[in-house]
């Protein structure tokens, strides 16, 4: 039996300034463009409701060329899998870590 990887994200309002730049500094997008990404997909469901895919952030990640795979693997990773479990799962403890955008 696989052992289940914990959410990263999760572990955000726990970290102390140190080991919180250390993980943003890590991660496979820059921290204004995930909070654009969040805002990107927000904008977007007042016309539409999640088709559950990651249509709207590869379309963002394509339009502002920035690494898909490795930034789409990150997101599945933590908990969102679809545009509406980006915002769910990811953008809340984002918010928690750092407040709202």
Not at 53 to 66: E, F, H, V, W
Request: hydrophobic share 35%.
């Amino acid at each position: 039996m696989p052992i289940l990887k914990k959410r990263q994200i999760e572990i955000l309002s726990q970290l102390n300034n140190q080991e919180l730049e250390k993980y943003v500094a890590a991660l496979p997008i820059k921290p204004d463009e995930l909070e654009e990404l969040f805002f990107y997909i927000r904008s977007r469901f007042k016309n539409q409701l999640c088709d559950h895919t990651s249509k709207l952030t590869m379309q963002y990640l394509i339009d502002n060329r920035l690494p898909f795979p490795k930034i789409i693997s990150w997101l599945n990773e933590n908990g969102g899998y679809c545009d509406c479990k980006i915002l769910e799962n990811i953008e809340t403890e984002w918010n928690k870590a750092f407040g709202n955008s």
